[in-house]
């Protein structure tokens, strides 16, 4: 986990998957104010400390080396690991057969419970260097620098649950402004279809449906493939007037 000024939410978390792994590592933003720390802490984690350099990859990365299990889960204090997760992660884990795995998630808003189900990217993956995340923000994992080439969904039921997009959580934490600039940053440096496809759908979140329909037009152009699960919505934005 990568965390800053966690303490509401964090507890769930570590309680949701402490019963299932081996090891906790918790990398702790330096600009961290509160009780972040103390609380992995109490909860068994290895925690260290990192300076923040506009790239969740960075920060990641980071922690993933840290890891000595065989497999990486990857979660943020926004989520928890469901009942069904918890039965199935171990199943799959009993006899893997893919390099990375998926899962289902119930986006949670504050107001109205869960909104819709969604997938999240690949969350349980082989620990080794050659699995390393790319990306500013929105950061994928890659093998040898490349897309993992063998993942799986992991289903039918929801294995995890999310409440980081509920617009009260979205707007305290400067989601917007943040994800936003690091994506422009990214594509500054990478041009890649993929980060276009995140700022067409950034901006169609943000209501600018102009800008989101550039952004998707830049996807559909760029050389790299669109990731599938990214061209229906980017194909929609795209026919945007």
């Known amino acids: 986990m990568i965390l800053r000024d966690e303490e509401e939410l964090l507890p769930r978390a570590l309680e949701s998957v402490a019963p299932l ?17 103390a609380i992995a802490s109490r909860f068994g984690a290895e925690v260290f400390d990192f300076e923040w350099v506009d790239s969740f990859s ?11 299990g065989d497999w990486v889960l990857v979660i943020d204090a926004d989520d928890v690991l469901l009942p069904f997760g ?15 795995y998926m899962f289902s998630i119930d986006e949670v808003m504050s107001s109205a419970g869960v909104m819709q189900t969604g997938v999240t990217s690949v969350r349980l993956f082989p620990c080794s260097p050659r699995y390393r995340y790319v990306g ?6 890659t093998c040898d620098g490349r897309p993992i080439a063998v993942v799986a969904q992991v289903g039918p039921g929801s294995a995890m649950q999310h409440c980081g997009n509920d617009p009260l959580v979205y707007a305290k934490r400067g989601k917007r402004e943040l994800h936003t600039r690091l994506l422009l ?4 440096e990478r041009h890649s279809s993929y980060t276009a496809g995140q700022l067409a759908l950034q901006y169609a979140h943000d209501g ?11 996807a559909t152009s760029a050389s790299e493939p669109l990731a599938e699960w990214m061209r229906g919505p980017i194909g929609q934005l795209a026919a945007v007037a």
């Open 21 to 37: 792994v081996s090891q906790m590592v918790c990398g702790i933003d330096s600009r961290t104010t509160d009780s972040t720390r």
């Open 58 to 68: 960075a920060a990641r990365n980071l922690t993933i080396e840290r890891a000595t």
């Open 86 to 100: 918890q039965r199935v992660i171990p199943r799959v884990l009993g006899a893997p057969a893919h390099n990375g």
């Open 136 to 141: 500013r923000v929105h950061e994928q994992v």
């Open 185 to 188: 940053l990214d594509w500054q």
């Open 208 to 218: 600018k449906w102009t800008e989101a329909s550039r952004w998707a037009r830049t």
